[in-house]
């Protein structure tokens, strides 16, 4: 069964019924964006990690001009960065997030924790 993103919620803060029946069937479901797009919805804590440690997927695309977007908007309804580059900004991005992310990371710059 494909289903149609986004699901219906009584509130915001609540989880959507056809959410919680989806991760009672399985871990992997056929899904529809809003769009209109086909996607994967992953509902398996161990499996979205081992997928979001997995360099074979990303959030660029070789054709951004065809690939499946989440939604219209310009800013986060479909790939982000360059699809050449991406290994290596996503390295530069944890090394920096690294160095501020640790008691006294940011010391010099009055964000980092004290000792």
């Known amino acids: 069964m494909t289903v149609q993103l986004p699901f219906d919620q009584a509130h915001p803060l609540d ?7 989806l991760q009672q069937d399985g871990v992997v479901h056929g899904v ?14 161990e499996e979205v ?6 360099d074979r997927l990303g959030r660029s695309h070789p054709d951004p001009a065809n690939a499946a977007r989440l939604g219209q908007s310009v800013l986060f309804g ?3 960065g360059n699809y050449e580059t991406e ?8 090394s920096l997030l690294q160095r501020i992310s ?7 710059c ?6």
């Open 78 to 80: 479909g790939p982000m």
């Open 102 to 108: 640790h008691p006294g990371g940011c010391g010099h």
């Open 110 to 115: 009055g964000l980092g924790w004290k000792n």
């Open 15 to 21: 989880v959507a019924p056809l959410l919680r029946q």
């Open 32 to 45: 529809r964006t809003a769009v209109g797009d086909q996607a994967w919805l992953v509902t398996g804590y």
């Open 49 to 54: 990690r081992r997928l979001l440690a997995d």
């Open 87 to 94: 290994q290596a900004d996503n390295a530069r991005l944890r």
